[in-house]
């Protein structure tokens, strides 16, 4: 069965870099995108990235642009999220989610989260 | 503010229909075959309900239905019952500064 299964809590100050891991198990990897969404507390979703898992191309939100970074390593089956500049406003829940065979927009499978704060 | 559009909240009570909306525009949820429904209940991961507009995976109950109607898209629950008690959120492929777009989040309440 599919898992996903992310790195730990991480605590940054701000103007910080973090980087998390997403461990891919279960799957064809290379037939599938991974997707990164993030959450703040008591807030919605929101899409940060992709990273075709075959060819290794990315796309990020024009909002993260230049700030983010997705990487993939096919020997581990780990897909990583670097995000650089943190500030307050970055302190949420981190997923990584695989999207769907085919288009690979929607996402079936989720990571249980990072979660990252950003405190002085 | 988010790139599509949600009503905050909506309650209904047992055994009862309500649909949920999410507006866009003709660069997303109109032009597109990609939009898609997630449930969340609280300090969960989210979970895919719909895809590509009126595909519901594997599992998922066929209680929970989309559709879309010009720009703006739908999810239909059907004899709603307590569990569905949760967040729901819409999202969809856009040609904007996004590849993908979240709407805020229903939070649906079941009386």
């Known amino acids: 069965q599919v898992h996903l299964v992310q790195s730990g809590a991480e605590v940054k100050k701000p103007g910080a870099s973090v980087k998390i891991s997403c461990r891919a198990s279960?799957?064809?990897?290379?037939?599938?995108?991974m997707q990164w969404v993030r959450q703040a507390p008591g807030r919605g979703l929101e899409w940060l990235a992709w990273?075709?898992?075959?060819?290794?191309?990315?796309?990020?939100s024009q909002r993260f642009e230049g700030r983010v970074t997705v990487t993939r390593d096919t020997a581990t089956i780990t897909v990583y999220l670097e995000l650089r500049g943190l500030t307050f406003g970055d302190t949420a829940i981190y997923y990584c989610?695989?999207?769907?065979f085919g288009t690979g927009i929607a996402v079936d499978f989720w990571g249980q989260g990072s979660l990252v704060t950003v405190s002085s | 503010q988010s790139a599509l559009t949600q009503p905050a909240s909506l309650s209904g009570s047992p055994g009862q229909s309500i649909t949920i909306s999410c507006a866009g525009g003709?660069?997303?949820?109109?032009?597109?075959?990609?939009v898609s429904w997630y449930q969340q209940h609280p300090g969960k991961v989210p979970k895919l309900l719909i895809y590509?507009?009126?595909n519901r995976p594997s599992g998922v109950s066929s209680r929970f239905s989309g559709s879309r109607s010009g720009n703006t898209a739908s999810l239909t629950i059907s004899g709603l019952q307590s569990e569905d008690e949760a967040d729901y959120y819409c999202?969809?492929?856009?040609?904007?500064?996004?590849?993908?777009?979240f709407g805020g989040g229903t939070k649906l309440t079941v009386l």
């Open positions: 989610a695989r999207g769907v």
């Open positions: 999202s969809s492929f856009s040609s904007g500064n996004t590849l993908v777009v």
């Open positions: 279960g799957y064809m990897f290379s037939d599938y995108t």
């Open positions: 590509d507009i009126d």
């Open positions: 003709s660069g997303d949820i109109g032009g597109y075959n990609y």
């Open positions: 990273i075709n898992g075959g060819n290794g191309n990315t796309k990020y």
